[in-house]
């Protein structure tokens, strides 16, 4: 035998060596623990970015849904039935968060999935959780027809079309808007959101001007001339509060004096905080709003102050309702994941914090949006 | 059964080795830094995609597709880019990996920013086992043959090389196509097994993570490429328990790494048995000094 022939069989070895050495590392994953005193214990897992850019998305549902899951613990509602808590990180990578939904139904066995929160996060993880039936509902991926054809995938938040559809209706018929300039941030969300405005905006009114900018940009002044020439009434931000907020800035510089309208990455205090003076007046759809006096929310924006010192985002409170929903499909149906995926397809007209919500056949949720303004540098309810 | 947690691990290492094992020729043999190895991923992974969606064809004439459109893409690449040296050079295979990340991004076919969904998953253990020694072989071979010679010489010194008759702008292009070959082959495999594309993941960063393991693994040494590739995969997921820390201990492990031992885990040689006799010494001695301090 010839070196190198020794050397492709000692590559190939060494090989087939690790691939069995994890195999026997791998044992079966664990069933569904029955504590001595019969109390069953069903497995969440989170998925989500919890470092990286995006991970202020990510731990802000994390701790939200460490809260209904404290609460639901505590209360005894689920009678022999604990909660446990697995969380996974992704980086903001899909390709991690692949990994992130294996890891969590093959090693750790969880019964039913709470993530993942970006839609290319969702889009990776979503065919792993079909494959093995474990119930999975995200509180924030909002990409188009994500959850079709997919019976075990969900989601508790405003779809893009619905969230930009209303809002440009809602300009055109109560603000009396005509011209309509669209400018958005590159990724699935401002891709989305752009689409579903530029077609009800163009069937109500006018669309004069379409720009499009990067996540991570400082300067818009270039877009920012073309969308002037074009003379609109509005301007239609389909990003997140971080650029949104020096877009409003860098607008106002340029004596681009028009209605600011947003959908739902633009409703953070952090905009208000970033941009000031420049974002006052300005029209966003959300899904919710912290300062609703009902007790419900009161006492999760109090226990999440309380917990962790800050005032919940959308982004956490799509997260609790997500949580309340698989709590309360264990709740109706039953401890297994198909009972748990039974459940959460069945849910209608549930009283969440973000408003009554109702899961569709394509897993797609249906919710009111909710529409605030910035006034005197606080967001208000408008409809 | 293997867990298919493991199983999934397993297949990254393999299609990662092929990604190192790619680029160490190209880094490794060659001694040409090119940072935009994500790119040429990226686009057999795309070019693959397409095929087997549009046209229905095999998976093996899909990842084939794939190879070879990247690999037309390295010459066309090389052509140009390969008069330059060192630093000049990694600029420009930055923003070529760029140009491919942006236009992925922007383009229809692609999925755009809403990424490529629904390709069939084929990519199985065996595929990628096949895929991986197909690989080594033939790089292997082609190191061992005049054209590595020449590679190698090119290496060491492109001028003395060159007064030796040796054409370094064609073996450098060569060697740049045989590259991105692989690499799409890597990337055609990814693609059909993850089921989704989106172009965030071939950014700048994928390319610096080959370049670690070919880097942690050892210049210029298969076992290096496959070594780097596996400890580079798996550490990140058994980091995943420490959540908070997992990137700060991943950071530290290729600081100390490159600290401890700059040329790499296995170094240079193109051996395996004189590096593991060399830990075995090491070990030895280290063993020695203990038990001495006991007594």
Known sequence: MTKRKKKMIMFAGVFVCLAMLLAVAGCAPEEAANGEDGTIEVKIGTVGPLTGGAANYGINILHAVEIAVEEANASGELGNISLKLISEDTGGDWSAAANAFTKLIDVDGVDVIIGAVLSSETEAGGPYAMEAKIPTISPSSTAKDLTKGNPYLFRNCLSDEVQAAQLAEYAVEELGLGKFAIFYTNNDYGVSLKEAFETTAAELAEV??????MDGDNNFKPQLTK??????????????????????????????????LGADGLCNV??????????????????????????????????????YGEEPDMFAAQGYDAALIVINAIKTKGASSEEIREGIAATKDFPGITGKTSIDEEGDTIKDVLILKVEGGKFVRVR | MINPYYMQLIILVGINTIMAASLNLILGYTGQLSIGHAAFMSLGAYSSALVTLHFGFPFIISLLCGALFSAIFGVIIGIPTLKLKGDYLAIATLGFGEIVRIVCLNLDITGGAMGLRGIPKKTTLLWVVLAVLVTVFILNRIIKSRIGRALIAIREDETAADSMGINSTYYKILCFGVGAFFAGLGGGLFAHYMR????????????????????????????????????????????????????????AVLVLMMRLRPQGILGPQTDIAPAIEKIRLKFKSIWHRLARGKT
């Open chain 1, 208 to 213: 004069v001007a379409v720009e499009v900018f």
């Open chain 1, 227 to 260: 969308i002037k020439e074009s003379n609109p009434d509005a301007l239609y931000i389909g990003g997140y509060y971080t650029e949104a907020a020096k877009i409003a800035q860098q607008a106002k510089e340029m004596g681009l004096d028009v209605q600011l």
């Open chain 1, 270 to 307: 952090a905009l208000i905080e970033i941009g000031g003076e420049a974002v006052e007046g300005i029209y966003a759809t959300s899904g919710f709003y912290p300062d609703d006096p009902t007790p419900a929310v009161q006492n999760f924006v109090n226990a999440y102050k309380e917990k």
């Open chain 2, 196 to 251: 989704f594309l989106h172009p965030k993941t071939f950014d700048f960063m994928k390319s610096i993570e080959h370049l670690c393991m070919v880097v942690l693994g050892g210049l210029g040494n298969m076992w290096g490429a496959f070594i780097g590739a596996s400890i580079l995969t798996v550490v990140p997921e058994l980091l995943r328990s420490v959540a908070d820390l997992r990137l700060l201990i991943y950071g």
